[in-house]
């Protein structure tokens, strides 16, 4: 992942003299995050959250969201996030948490939420009753969370097991999709996904994301695209445009830097690719956005 975008850790939410914490609640009466969030970023972080009132904007992977009451939050450390408005008036309802605190003592594997999934839609606007639902279980566990219990961490796993279930329902019945078990087919294609989140700044080629299964990319091809319905180079593409396209939004980097965090040979060959993705080259993509109104 490039370094050129920040890379947020749940710490820092916590005081300085205070011990790092697996997991935060921020609520209506908590104070404001001091992490400049209206820029590109990415978090070591899910998040899982309502809005009670108020609005804002939201941008996950350059697709944006209009966030107000009942609109639920799902957010994940594969995503690219940023928060161009938010109003002064906004209320919600957060948990953020780490995937090791989810999984200790054998609990769940977040990767197995289609939610916290690169390519999820990540705002969802629920009816009143399944928000309801949601923000009775985010203050139950905020008042676990604020509770000093020698079994406290135990206690507040076991309501966020509650709370990831209920919204993987909910969000399924939203979604219009059902529950059935995962082929072989479509669990390779989600391990092939994680690795590219993982290595697509420095790994282009199939073979490397083969070997890494253990499978052919002969295999691994015909696998995603039957998983998945996109090419695997697809989906290689896509993960470094949106890279690109990010870091063209600083003004303090030069194309030639971007290629080069990007691992490019050069600027003429991220050009060549940018364009051959886009239709447009570098430079006039950047020169576009200097006219998009914010």
């Known amino acids: 992942m490039s370094a050129a975008i920040p890379v947020y850790q749940l710490a820092a939410f916590t005081e300085p003299a205070g011990p790092p914490t697996p997991f935060f609640f921020l609520g209506p009466n908590s104070a404001p995050t001091r992490l400049p969030i209206e820029r590109p970023y990415r978090s ?52 953020f948490f780490t995937k090791d605190f989810i999984a200790a003592h054998g609990g769940l594997n977040l990767d197995a939420f289609a939610f916290f999934e690169r390519d999820a839609r990540h705002v969802v606007e629920l009816p009143p009753a399944p928000a309801a639902r949601i923000a009775e279980l985010l203050r139950a566990i905020e008042q676990q969370y604020d509770a000093p219990h020698v079994y406290r961490e135990e206690i507040l796993r076991s309501f966020m097991h509650i709370l990831l279930h209920e919204t993987a329902a909910i969000y399924s019945a939203h979604r219009g999709v059902a529950h059935p078990i995962q082929t072989r087919s479509q669990l390779l294609a989600t391990e092939f996904k994680k690795l590219v ?32 319905g996109k090419r695997a180079v697809a989906w290689l593409a ?33 050009g060549r690719f940018f364009r051959k993705s886009t239709g447009v080259a570098p430079a006039a993509y950047r020169q576009r956005l200097a006219f998009v109104p914010a």
């Open 197 to 228: 989140n993982s290595h697509y700044t420095t790994e282009r080629s199939l073979a490397f994301y083969a070997d890494k299964l253990c499978i052919t990319p002969k295999h691994l091809a015909e696998t995603v695209r039957e998983a998945t």
């Open 44 to 95: 070591d972080y899910y998040k899982l959250g309502i809005c009670l009132g108020g609005s804002a904007r939201l941008k996950v992977n350059l697709e944006t969201y209009d966030i107000g009451p009942g609109s639920l939050m799902v957010l994940s450390p594969y995503v690219i996030k940023q928060w161009p408005f938010m109003s002064a008036d906004m209320e919600a309802l957060s948990l």
């Open 238 to 270: 896509e993960a470094v445009l949106l890279e690109a396209s990010v870091l063209l939004q600083n003004p303090a980097l030069t194309i030639a830097q971007i290629a080069d965090i990007l691992h490019f040979a050069d600027q003429s060959t991220f």
